[in-house]
């Protein structure tokens, strides 16, 4: 079982950058899809990236293309999701979340472990 602990959110200007990290403290952290989910007030969680197993394939939200990347540490089990030129609409809660899988997938159904999330806050 993974138990998964985001930190690394805040306060930001817009056009500004933050990274956020996912700990992982299970032993099979290399065997999970990681994904990055936000939610906003009022708003459902969306998906934001996801990477596979090696870090090879990757794939994101049209919303953060171009503007966020998402990594991962397999020895160090953690990922990150590195973000930048960032607008005040990527406000929101960043959750990330685990798959038992070797598939990325956007739903927030298709995730068995998720973090409690980190707030990220961007003013204009």
């Known amino acids: 079982q993974e138990q998964l602990v985001e930190s690394g959110g805040g306060l930001v200007q817009a056009g500004g950058s933050l990274r956020l990290s996912c700990a992982a403290s299970?032993?099979?952290?290399?065997?999970?899809?990681m994904g990055w989910f936000r939610q906003a007030p009022g708003k459902e969680r969306e998906f934001v990236a996801g990477?596979?197993?090696?870090?090879?394939?990757?794939y994101y939200a049209d919303s953060v293309k171009g503007r966020c990347t998402i990594s991962r540490d397999n020895a160090k089990n953690t990922a990150y999701l590195q973000m930048n030129s960032l607008k005040p609409e990527d406000t929101g809660v960043y959750y990330c979340?685990?798959?038992?899988?070797?598939?990325?997938?956007?739903?927030?159904?298709?995730?068995?472990?998720w973090g409690q999330g980190t707030q990220v806050t961007v003013s204009s």
């Open positions: 990477i596979g197993w090696s870090g090879r394939s990757t």
């Open positions: 979340a685990a798959r038992n899988s070797a598939i990325i997938d956007t739903r927030t159904s298709t995730y068995d472990y």
């Open positions: 299970g032993r099979t952290f290399s065997y999970y899809v």
